[in-house]
Nanobody, 121 residues
Framework: QVQLVESGGDLVQPGGSLRLSCAAS????????MEWYRQAPGKQRELVAA???????NYADSVKGRFTISRDNAKNTVYLQMNSLKPDDTAVYYC???????????????WGQGTQVTVSS
């Protein structure tokens, strides 16, 4: 089985910064894309940022220029550096990873349990 654990969520003032981490562990042969989503109260879950196995990145328009996604393949970990945070960034942030658990095996997407980010003065 594969587990993803997010950390780094906190209460921060507008304009502040946070760095989220998401570490994958378990029966992992290879990881392809890794993504960060968020879900605010009463809203649908939305894609925030994505990074491929080769390091290509993609961002939601609302976070471009403020958030940076990166990964450490040796640690099976994806990060989300969030700067210039706004109250609208308040949400539970979830990571996922597209994982292959054995050579020539199928790819499956696994999710973490989420970490709360609150931006408020």
């Amino acid at each position: 089985q594969v587990q993803l654990v997010e950390s780094g969520g906190d209460l921060v003032q507008p304009g502040g910064s946070l760095r989220l981490s998401c570490a994958a562990s378990g029966s992992i042969f290879s990881i392809n894309a890794m993504e960060w989503y968020r879900q605010a109260p009463g809203k649908q879950r939305e894609l925030v940022a994505a990074i491929t196995g080769g390091g290509s990145t993609n961002y939601a328009d609302s976070v471009k220029g403020r958030f940076t996604i990166s990964r450490d393949n040796a640690k099976n970990t994806v990060y989300l550096q969030m700067n210039s945070l706004k109250p609208d960034d308040t949400a539970v942030y979830y990571c996922n990873a597209d994982v292959q658990t054995r050579r020539w095996g199928p790819w499956s997407v696994y999710w973490g349990q989420g970490t709360q980010v609150t931006v408020s003065s």
